[in-house]
């Protein structure tokens, strides 16, 4: 139902931009958000955004230089990701809360696309 994109390879200080779709089920009154796991760790949050994208919020790892936002005409959300880091290796994941507004807790979300790998490697 959520498919997530653009994942890829880049150096450091690179940028990417995420984008994942929402099929088959509209997901535009929810909030949604990204996650992600690096390997040999816990998913962790990224980044949060409401139903409307008036309101958004973002880990203090990521704060500065990732942008969530948001297409609900496209149904599709976005990781606007610059100065990317090794550190930000991970599977990325979107996924749609259970409620409009930004949500941290994974526990929080009920819908999840399939992850997409982002490498930041030189």
């Known amino acids: 139902q959520l498919q997530a994109s653009g994942g890829g390879t880049v150096q450091p200080g690179g940028s990417l931009r995420l984008s994942c779709a929402a099929r088959?089920?509209?997901?535009?009154?929810?909030?949604m958000g990204w996650f992600r796991r690096a390997p040999g760790k816990e998913r962790e949050f990224v980044a949060s955004?409401?139903?409307?994208?008036?309101?958004?919020y973002s880990a203090d790892s990521v704060k500065g230089r990732f942008t969530i936002s948001r297409d609900n005409a496209k149904s599709t959300t976005y990781l606007q990701m610059n100065s990317l880091k090794p550190g930000d290796t991970a599977v990325y994941y979107c996924?749609?809360?259970?409620?409009?507004?930004?949500?941290?807790?994974?526990?929080?979300?009920?819908?999840w696309g399939q992850g997409t790998l982002v490498t930041v490697s030189s």
């Open positions: 955004i409401s139903w409307n994208g008036g309101t958004t």
């Open positions: 996924a749609a809360s259970r409620y409009s507004g930004v949500t941290t807790d994974c526990t929080g979300y009920q819908y």
């Open positions: 088959a089920r509209t997901v535009s009154n929810n909030g």
